[in-house]
């Protein structure tokens, strides 16, 4: 179970979540190909249940893998059901998936958007909730979005956001992380979508704006690996930001509640920092969490250099934001 694209989690942050962790690693993804059958043999041989969850993060290879051994490792069962929660795609694997009867959602947000198709997951999300069998939505807004797109109601469920569940469950325990070695008072970044970090001319845009933010606020960036990669490439100096590997994510919950501002093209992290009562400052045109601007902390402010510096000047100085 992550809380963001950034975190690392291992099954001593989740306690006994759950009977079997798939643990799909993205520097091994051909040994992942490999262990995940093995682990879903395990699973047939150990279980009956009618329905499992498989909880996590699940990116393109890794739902390919299930969709596609599932057809061997599955086929015996008849009431098995499998209820996928992630960013699952392609639409191809989502269709090998159905076919054996296996519910699909996506990561229990059913029904969010962000209505820019041009996003991967978005497409995912609405390809994915279309041949779901059971819809489990966080908020109110998603169910609308859902019967706008001709979804009978039965389907439906809203649950909540369980990934505020999670921060709740795990917070007590970040609170008691040390952020030694860490500047007392700091910005918080995250930056990982294609949109913002595979441009070079955005991504240097971003990194010149972080650059002036730490004039005025120590900035913290644990990096993910692709966006590491592609600033390497820039060749941009960024010796003012204090840059970090990956968190594990009760470490980087340690960090987020503390942050005086949150900055991230995350959609996760948008709800995390709402929750937390920390300002966010998201680095994209929309959200699908519209509930984090509308009463939340988020403040959308895109690619645009100038909002960015000027809603990050108001937070350091107290001040309240006019923009939503």
Not at 59 to 65: E, F, G, N, T
């Amino acid at each position: 179970m992550l809380g963001n694209e950034n975190a690392i989690v291992t099954g001593g942050d989740i306690g006994a979540a759950g009977d079997l962790l798939l643990h799909i690693l993205y520097e091994a993804r051909l040994r992942a190909r490999g262990q995940t059958l093995l682990d879903g043999i395990r699973f047939r041989n150990r279980r009956t249940d009618d329905v499992q969850l498989l909880f996590g993060f699940i990116d393109k290879l890794a739902v390919r893998i299930i969709a596609n051994n599932s057809l061997i490792i599955l086929r015996s069962f008849v009431r098995f059901f499998l209820l996928l929660i992630g960013s699952c795609e392609p639409k191809q694997d989502l269709v090998h998936v159905r076919k054996i009867r296996i519910l699909v959602d996506n990561f229990l947000v059913a029904g969010l958007r962000s209505f820019d198709r041009s996003m991967p997951e978005e497409i995912n999300r609405l390809v994915t909730d279309q041949l779901a069998d059971l819809l489990f939505t966080p908020s109110e807004d998603g169910d609308q979005n859902l019967q706008k797109e001709g979804v009978v109601l039965e389907k439906i469920h809203r649950v909540g956001n369980v990934m505020i569940d999670s921060l709740v469950q795990l917070l007590p325990l970040a609170k008691k992380c040390s952020t030694e070695g860490f500047p007392e008072r700091y910005a918080l970044v995250t930056l990982h979508r294609p949109s913002n970090v595979d441009d070079s001319a955005s991504l240097k845009g971003i990194l010149e704006a972080l650059l002036e933010v730490s004039r005025r606020i120590a900035v913290v960036f644990p990096v993910h690996p692709r966006t590491r990669q592609r600033i390497s490439d820039l060749g941009v100096p960024l010796g003012n930001l204090h840059l970090s590997e990956p968190l594990p994510y009760v470490e980087f919950l340690a960090l987020q509640s503390r942050a005086t501002a949150v900055l991230t093209d995350s959609g996760g992290i948008q709800e995390e920092a709402t929750y937390l009562g920390v300002p966010c400052l998201t680095l994209r045109d929309n959200t699908e969490r519209p509930v984090t601007v509308s009463i939340g902390t988020n403040i959308l402010v895109g690619q645009d250099r100038g909002k960015l510096i000027s809603e990050m000047t108001k937070i350091l100085n107290g001040e309240k934001s006019t923009t939503s």
